[in-house]
Each structure stands twice: as C-alpha cells, then as structure tokens.
C-alpha cells in the first residue's frame, strides 16, 4: 500500500477503516501509522467526514414553508363516492389507472399507423382480386367462344 493508494481510500470511502475494503484495511491501517504524509492524509480525511456529518444550520422560515406548500401539485382525486353509479365508478377509476392517460398521442399516432396499412393493404387485395376477376371472366369468356367454336364444326 503506497499513499497514493491510501488518498484513494480515504477519498472513496472516508476516514473510518470500518468502510474501506476488508482486503485493504489491514496494509491502510499500517501505512496510517507507519507514515506521517499517511496520517496528515487521515486527519483531513477525518476533518472533511465531521464537516459533512453536521447537521445544516438552517432553519426554513414559515413563509419559505408556505410558499413551497403552495407549489405542490393538487392533491389526488379521491376515489368515486357512492353517489355515482357502478358504471361511473368504473370509468373514473379506469380514467385513474390508465397508462392511456399519458400515452394517448403515441396510441393515437399507432392507431392511424395501423388504419392506412390495413387500408393500403384491402386497396392493394381488392385492386389484385378485381384483376383476379377479370382475368378470369376473360377466360370463362374464351371457353365459352371455343366451345361456341367447336359445336358449329362439328354440326
């Protein structure tokens, strides 16, 4: 353990050995007595922990209290009293619990999404069976001429 090493404890974890790693305790604590630049090191240490542990010295006024009281957010809606039917109860309750609260512009934004792809594709079905449907009305229509074709030949 060099003094570097030591800084880097004491600054990670502070000055009482009880929060320095286990592997390490043992070689901190030799360096600290062993060394003088080590134990200038743990008395600033020791010193910055005190400052840190002392409670603040200041005490909000009342009208510094009121005025952060008075930027809260509403309170939340109480739950649906039994003056409202089951169904309103219900509906203020899912009004309540819904993500859809939050995320209707996203669901929306999906709903056109899905709405023009199911459009373009029945377009894209339709535009296939009505050529489907020609195609086969034209051969229907050739068999019909072939066979028309056939029976004035052979009579």
Same mark, same amino acid.
């Given at each position: 353990m060099d003094t570097n090493r030591f800084a880097e404890l004491l600054d990670a974890y502070g000055a009482d050995p009880r929060r320095w790693p286990a592997a390490e305790r043992a070689a901190a604590l030799a360096l600290a007595q062993a060394s003088t630049e080590a134990r200038r090191l743990l008395e600033q240490a020791a010193a910055t922990d005190a400052l840190l542990a002392m409670p603040p010295g200041i005490v909000p006024s009342s009208d510094l209290a009121s005025?952060?009281?008075?930027?809260?957010?509403?309170?939340? $809606?109480?739950?649906?009293?039994?003056?409202?039917?089951?169904?309103?109860?219900?509906? $203020?309750?899912?009004?309540?619990?819904?993500?859809?609260?939050?995320?209707?512009?996203? $669901?929306?934004?999906?709903?056109?999404a899905l709405s023009i792809g199911v459009g373009v594709g029945l377009g894209d079905y339709m535009e296939n069976f009505s050529v489907a449907e020609d195609s086969a009305s034209l051969a229907v229509q050739q068999v019909v001429a072939d066979a028309s074709y056939m029976m004035e030949y052979v009579q």
């Open positions: 005025r952060i009281m008075a930027q809260l957010p509403p309170a939340p $809606v109480a739950m649906p009293g039994p003056s409202l039917h089951l169904g309103q109860r219900l509906m $203020v309750l899912l009004q309540e619990i819904s993500p859809f609260r939050i995320l209707w512009p996203q $669901v929306a934004t999906l709903a056109l």
